[in-house]
């Protein structure tokens, strides 16, 4: 009996250390930081919100906030928001898919860099019955002239974001004001809108991450893609700290590089596959 | 024998603490839910947003109770809500004037900016004179309907400016001066 006690305790130690090493070991590998909080400054990144609705946003950041000395605020609004954030020297760091306004932004001297990090593409959607008959066309502009002859309800963004900016860039490519019965405006964010039109049985613009994140909550298919006009490239800017002389740039500056990391870049392209068996963004070679 | 028992049980609890721990750091489970993450995060917002913080270096004020705000003065306010992309929509707004909205919480001017905070950290300043103009209102109508729940309670119209500086879901404001 004393012999088996002897042998019980001589073996705890060792389970003990196993344990412990297995909890450190889960620990570090769940975001857990060695860098006190007193440590950290705020970097406040305001942010299109595909980027957290794919669920890459929250991976970024605890990515980002395990390596360095930052506490980051992330505000997720359209690009349109996001940008004027930036504007008022309220966002140190912006990620948005809106190229033309980004540019607008730069040449008006409110951003220090913007570099390009991520893209995949938006998608036209619409009824499984396909009544306007675009199902793979493969021309958005064409898509949208049948959709707007046919008189078949499309339902629109109608918001600030690089989605709806995007869709404005398409009808004026076709030459086509849109207004009457057959075009809604939802005047919200991208699962509002593609619920609106799965349930009216209406066509619509979306960035494909989203629409593979609620893929199948909805009777939607995909209609057209593959155009190259409907490339979504998002940009990560460092607001000009000339301009807004609070602003964190040393944070807003290890936020854009470390997007650019090979393991955050390979993180960024590979992100999603696992889940849904496709890219949801993919990374410039 | 009573070694081999132990170290099965260190392993068996080795292989749950690991199980645990993968569970915990997964990265993206599929949703069967249709409401995106952004849409999740609103949960509570409009309840949230009835009551606006005051901020102010002059002193303490009360919050504003948005309810409140209703047995002000009613202005309509008809204006072109311009957005950032440039597309346009005309309205009718009614609400209370924001200079009253302030006075009625004992705000005096002049202040040099009003910096309003929305319930997902958006953020919008405007100047004192834009902050008193009659047809800066906290809107609680849009044409005639109540706002789309989604907005929040009242939401900030400035008839003469873009709709940059139209804010809603407010939860705070803070006078800077």
């Not at chain 1, 505000?75 to 940008?83: E, N, P």
């Not at chain 1, 306004?101 to 040449?107: I, N, P, R, S, V």
């Not at chain 1, 596959?273 to 949801?280: A, F, K, M, R, S």
């Not at chain 2, 009003?114 to 109508?141: F, N, Q, S």
């Amino acid at each position: 009996m004393r012999v088996r006690a002897l042998r019980l305790r001589s073996a705890l130690p060792l389970f003990v250390l196993i344990l412990g090493a297995v909890i450190a070991g889960g620990m570090c590998g769940c975001g857990s930081s060695a860098i006190p909080d007193e440590d950290r400054s705020e970097l406040i990144l305001a942010t299109t919100t595909s980027v957290l609705d794919s669920g890459l946003l929250d991976v970024l950041v605890e990515r980002f906030e395990e390596k360095y000395p930052y506490r980051v605020k992330a505000i997720a609004v359209g690009s349109g928001a996001a940008l004027l954030m930036a504007r008022q020297g309220e966002a140190d760091v912006t990620i948005t898919h809106e190229p033309r306004a980004e540019k607008e932004f730069m040449d008006a001297g409110y951003g220090e860099s913007r570099r390009e990090v991520m893209y995949n593409d938006f998608i036209i959607v619409g009824p499984a019955a396909d009544p306007a008959g675009i199902k793979g066309v493969g021309d958005a502009v064409e898509a949208f002239t049948r959709i707007s002859a046919s008189g078949l309800p499309f339902v629109s963004r109608g918001d600030a974001s690089g989605t709806h900016a995007m869709e404005m860039s398409v009808w004026e490519r076709a030459g086509i004001q849109p207004a009457g019965d057959w075009y809604m405006e939802s005047g919200q964010g991208m699962g509002y809108t593609l619920r609106t039109a799965d349930e009216e049985g209406a066509y619509t613009i979306t960035d494909r991450a989203t629409f593979i994140v609620l893929d199948e909550a909805l009777d939607l298919e995909i209609m057209v893609e593959g155009d190259p006009g409907l490339l979504n490239v998002y940009s990560v800017i460092v607001t000009d700290p000339e301009v807004y002389p609070d602003t964190n740039i040393q944070g807003a500056r290890d936020l854009q590089a470390f997007l650019f990391e090979p393991g955050t870049q390979e993180l960024i392209g590979d992100f999603g596959v696992d889940t849904y068996g496709q890219h949801l963004f993919y990374v410039f070679k | 024998m009573v070694r081999r028992s132990a170290l099965t049980l260190a392993v068996l609890v080795i292989l749950g603490c690991l199980a645990l721990f993968l569970c915990g750091c997964g990265e993206d489970e599929k949703k069967a839910s249709p409401f995106l993450e952004s849409e999740q995060r609103l949960e509570g917002m409009y309840e949230e947003c009835k009551t606006i913080e005051i901020s102010d270096p002059a002193g303490e004020h009360p919050d504003i109770d948005t309810d409140e705000i209703k047995s002000l003065p009613e202005v309509d306010v008809k204006t072109v809500l311009v957005r950032s992309n440039g597309m346009e929509k005309e309205g009718v707004w009614t609400g209370a004037r924001l200079s009253d909205v302030l006075r009625g919480s004992g705000i005096e001017g002049p202040f040099t900016e009003l910096r309003m905070e929305a319930w997902d950290g958006y953020v919008a300043k405007i100047g004192y004179e834009m902050a008193m103009r009659p047809d800066t209102i906290l809107a609680w109508e849009e044409d005639g309907a109540p706002l789309p729940e989604e907005q929040g309670p009242v939401r900030l119209v400035v008839g003469s400016e873009d709709g940059f500086y139209w804010i809603h879901r407010i939860t705070r404001m803070e006078i800077v001066r």
